[in-house]
């Protein structure tokens, strides 16, 4: 009796420890986002294309940049009201919009748009040239 006790509660602990959920992870900060919808084969979309790329690896952990190719996903521009393209649409980070663009927008633009709009990014740290030996 003694025996089938034990074995009863060694097969419930193990059930219970298998069922336990892990615990939650913290929530991800929220970003500012710049969404940026075009098209891969638009003229003025392939010049903002290395600008975005720019943005994302510089400012990493600071702000969210999104591609959507509008002609590949036309609910995409259904759904964000576009007109023409390419449109910038800034977000902060709540996730509410502040601000649309049509056309080319370039990185200085970009960035000082988030500025006039209370999101502070800080400049990326540049790499520090080796001093000449003389």
Known sequence: MLLLVQVIGA??????????????KPAAKKLPKLLDLGATKCIPCK????????????YKG???????????NPDAAEKYQI?????QIFF?????EFFRHVGF????????????HGIK???????K????KK
């Open 11 to 24: 097969v419930y602990t193990a059930k219970s420890k298998s069922t336990t959920k892990p615990p939650a």
């Open 47 to 58: 010049m903002m294309a290395p600008i975005l790329d720019e943005l994302a690896k510089e």
């Open 62 to 72: 600071q702000l969210e940049v999104e591609f959507i190719d509008v002609w590949k």
């Open 83 to 87: 007109k023409s393209i390419p449109t």
């Open 92 to 96: 902060d980070s709540a996730g509410k």
């Open 105 to 116: 927008f370039s990185k200085e633009d970009i960035l000082k748009t988030f500025e006039k």
């Open 121 to 127: 990014l800080k400049k990326p740290e540049q790499p």
């Open 129 to 132: 040239k080796p001093e000449q």
